[in-house]
C-alpha cells in the first residue's frame, strides 16, 4: 500500500524558512518523480515543483521560483521542500504527491496523496 | 487567476448527468494529456481521470473523462450524493514548463 507522510509544517513569522519532509512508503521510490502541491485556505490547488526518479531535473511554479527548493534522498525515501522568503501568501495545506512516472515534466498525473501539512504565514 | 478555465459551480439532481468543463490552450491541454482529481470535504485530492479518459481502479465508471483540442470534460452519470465533492483539472504547460490545475468546480448534488 502506497504511503506518504508529510511533516514539518507550521506557523512562523514572513521571511522565515521552513522544510517540510514527505516519507514514503509501498513503492519503488527512486523510480518515480515526486510533488509538491499547496491548496491555501478555502482555495483551490496549486502545484509547486516537482523532481524526477533520480532527482536530475527540478521544476517550479513562478509564484515559488528562487524561493523554494525541492530536492530528494532515495536512500530515505524521502522528499523534501526547503521554503526561504516565506510570505504570507504562501500560507497553505501543502500536499506530497506521486508522480506516476519517472519524469516529473509533461505529466500531470499524480496517483497518490499524502494527508498535507499546513503552513501559516502571518506577523 | 488560473489558466485552465473551470466553471466555479454545478449541480444536480440524483440520477443526473454532469458535465465540468476545462478550458485551457495549445501549450497546454492542446499538447498534453489532461487529468481530474475529486476532493471530497476536508480530504485530500484523489486522482479520477488520468491520461485524458482513462480511470484507475476503483473509479466507477458513472465517471469519464474526454479531451478535444485545448478543452477537456469530466462527466458523472448517475449522480449521487457522494459525489458531492470540488473537481478539478490539470495539465502540463510547455511553455510555462509547469503543471497547471484548473480553478475547481464545486458539485453540489441537490
Known amino acids: 500500500e502506497v504511503q506518504l507522510l508529510e511533516s514539518g509544517g507550521g506557523l512562523l513569522q514572513p521571511g522565515g524558512s521552513l522544510r517540510l519532509s514527505c516519507t514514503a512508503s509501498?513503492?519503488?521510490?527512486?523510480?518515480?518523480?515526486m510533488h509538491w502541491v499547496r491548496q491555501a485556505p478555502g482555495k483551490g490547488l496549486e502545484w509547486v515543483s516537482g523532481?524526477?526518479?533520480?532527482?536530475?531535473?527540478?521544476f517550479y511554479a513562478d509564484s515559488v521560483k528562487g524561493r523554494f527548493t525541492i530536492s530528494r534522498d532515495n536512500s530515505e525515501n524521502t522528499v523534501y521542500l526547503q521554503m526561504n522568503s516565506l510570505r504570507a501568501e504562501d500560507t497553505a495545506v501543502y500536499y506530497c504527491a506521486k508522480g506516476h512516472y519517472g519524469s516529473a515534466s509533461s505529466v500531470s498525473n499524480f496517483d497518490h496523496w499524502g494527508q498535507g501539512t499546513l503552513v501559516s504565514v502571518s506577523s | 487567476q488560473s489558466v485552465l478555465t473551470q466553471p466555479p459551480s454545478a449541480s444536480g439532481t440524483p440520477g443526473q448527468r454532469v458535465t465540468i468543463s476545462c478550458s485551457g490552450s495549445?501549450?497546454?491541454?492542446?499538447?498534453?494529456?489532461v487529468n481530474w482529481y475529486q476532493q471530497l470535504p476536508g480530504t485530500a485530492p484523489k486522482l479520477l481521470i488520468y491520461s485524458n479518459d482513462q480511470r484507475p481502479s476503483g473509479v466507477p465508471d458513472r465517471f469519464s473523462g474526454s479531451k478535444s483540442g485545448t478543452s477537456a470534460s469530466l462527466a458523472i452519470s448517475g449522480l449521487q450524493s457522494e459525489d458531492e465533492a470540488d473537481y478539478y483539472c490539470?495539465?502540463?504547460?510547455?511553455?510555462?514548463?509547469?503543471?497547471?490545475f484548473g480553478g475547481g468546480t464545486k458539485l453540489t448534488v441537490l
Open positions: 490539470a495539465a502540463w504547460d510547455d511553455s510555462l514548463n509547469a503543471v497547471l
Open positions: 495549445r501549450s497546454n491541454i492542446g499538447s498534453n494529456a
Open positions: 509501498g513503492f519503488i521510490f527512486s523510480r518515480l518523480a
Open positions: 523532481i524526477s526518479g533520480y532527482g536530475e531535473s527540478t
